[in-house]
């Protein structure tokens, strides 16, 4: 059974630092296309950042230059390193994957950035 699950969660002063972690378990293959999400509290889920196979990333403009995605195929894993964090980018951040044409989602992470 495929699972995803996302682990590095916290609590953050404004300006701080992050590292979300999303392991891929129970297959031998590897996603095509990984991605992280987030839901703001009173919010509706939102696209963060992607990442492909080959390594191409997108990012949605608010984190551009402060949050950064990437993935090791060897360890089925991708990451979402949060810099520079501001209060707006508290939210319950999600990980989302494709395998084998199959969308897999984990359970979700809880950061939140407050002085």
């Known amino acids: 059974q495929v699972q995803l699950v996302e682990s590095g969660g916290g609590l953050v002063q404004p300006g701080g630092s992050l590292r979300l972690s999303c392991v891929v378990s129970?297959?031998?293959?590897?996603?095509?296309?990984m991605a992280w999400y987030r839901q703001p509290p009173g919010k509706q889920r939102e696209l963060v950042a992607t990442?492909?196979?080959?390594?191409?990333?997108n990012y949605v403009d608010s984190v551009k230059g402060r949050f950064t995605i990437s993935r090791d195929i060897a360890k089925n894993t991708h990451y979402l390193q949060m810099n520079s964090l501001k209060p707006e980018d508290t939210a319950v951040y999600f990980c989302?994957?494709?395998?084998?044409?199959?969308?897999?989602w984990g359970q979700g992470t809880q950061v939140t950035v407050n002085s």
């Open positions: 129970g297959t031998i293959f590897s996603p095509n296309s």
């Open positions: 989302w994957a494709v395998l084998r044409d199959i969308v897999y």
């Open positions: 990442i492909t196979r080959g390594g191409t990333t």
